[in-house]
């Protein structure tokens, strides 16, 4: 079993992105080969439903993601949704995720968009069939300094996807050419 864990944001002060490298360093303590793909370090075209399918980066991402049956999404959440960049990796690679096992990790500035991942995991399990973990993290920035939760009990709660992911991908089995 491959995971990937994908980072979304494109901000270096990113919260999302330190979510993805806590999920991988869960990820490899749980004994899974996981591997980090950060949209930061890439330099992807907007989906113009043509030209950009052809691109090189897209490709590759393309292929990173098609070699894994499982994916966590660390992706900030902006205006009530993922973020642009989640969306537009998603209509770059489409076909590439289909199947896949696919969970959350996400970032807010606000309490009020926990249920803003809906709209990428519908069109995650309706287009392309992927199963969709329903534990996720939401993490508004609130929650960072508040003693009750804090980053400790974030972390705890990104382990909690982490497992979730190995164990929901482990069950069903699937291998990447299937």
Same mark, same amino acid.
């Given at each position: 079993?491959?995971?990937?864990?994908?980072?979304?944001?494109?901000?270096?002060?990113?919260?999302?992105?330190?979510?993805?490298?806590?999920?991988?360093?869960?990820?490899?303590?749980?004994?899974?080969?996981?591997?980090?793909?950060?949209?930061?370090?890439?330099?992807?075209?907007?989906?113009?439903?043509? &030209?950009?399918?052809?691109?090189?980066? =897209?490709? +590759? *991402?393309?292929?990173?993601?098609?070699?894994?049956? !499982?994916?966590?999404? @660390? &992706?900030?959440?902006?205006?009530?949704? =993922?973020? +642009? *960049?989640?969306?537009?990796?998603?209509?770059?690679? !489409?076909?590439?995720? @289909?199947?896949?096992?696919?969970?959350?990790?996400?970032? +807010?500035?606000?309490?009020?968009?926990?249920?803003?991942?809906?709209?990428?995991?519908?069109?995650?399990?309706?287009?392309?069939?992927?199963?969709?973990?329903?534990?996720?993290?939401?993490?508004?920035?609130?929650?960072?300094?508040?003693?009750?939760?804090?980053?400790?009990?974030?972390?705890?709660?990104?382990?909690?996807?982490?497992?979730?992911?190995?164990?929901?991908?482990?069950?069903?089995?699937?291998?990447?050419?299937?």
């Amino acid at each position: 079993m491959r995971l990937l864990v994908l980072s979304c944001s494109l901000n270096p002060d990113s919260r999302s992105r330190a979510f993805a490298r806590v999920a991988l360093d869960r990820l490899h303590s749980h004994g899974a080969d996981a591997t980090l793909l950060d949209l930061s370090t890439l330099d992807l075209p907007m989906c113009d439903g043509e &030209a950009a399918y052809s691109d090189p980066q =897209v490709s +590759a *991402a393309g292929s990173q993601i098609s070699a894994v049956d !499982g994916l966590l999404v @660390a &992706a900030p959440i902006y205006n009530f949704d =993922v973020n +642009a *960049a989640a969306k537009n990796l998603l209509e770059l690679t !489409g076909d590439a995720w @289909a199947g896949k096992v696919v969970g959350f990790v996400c970032a +807010a500035g606000g309490q009020s968009s926990y249920m803003s991942v809906l709209p990428f995991a519908n069109s995650l399990m309706l287009d392309f069939r992927c199963f969709i973990l329903p534990r996720y993290v939401y993490a508004p920035a609130a929650e960072i300094s508040d003693p009750r939760f804090g980053e400790a009990a974030l972390a705890i709660r990104v382990d909690e996807v982490a497992r979730e992911l190995i164990r929901v991908t482990s069950a069903l089995g699937r291998t990447p050419a299937e």
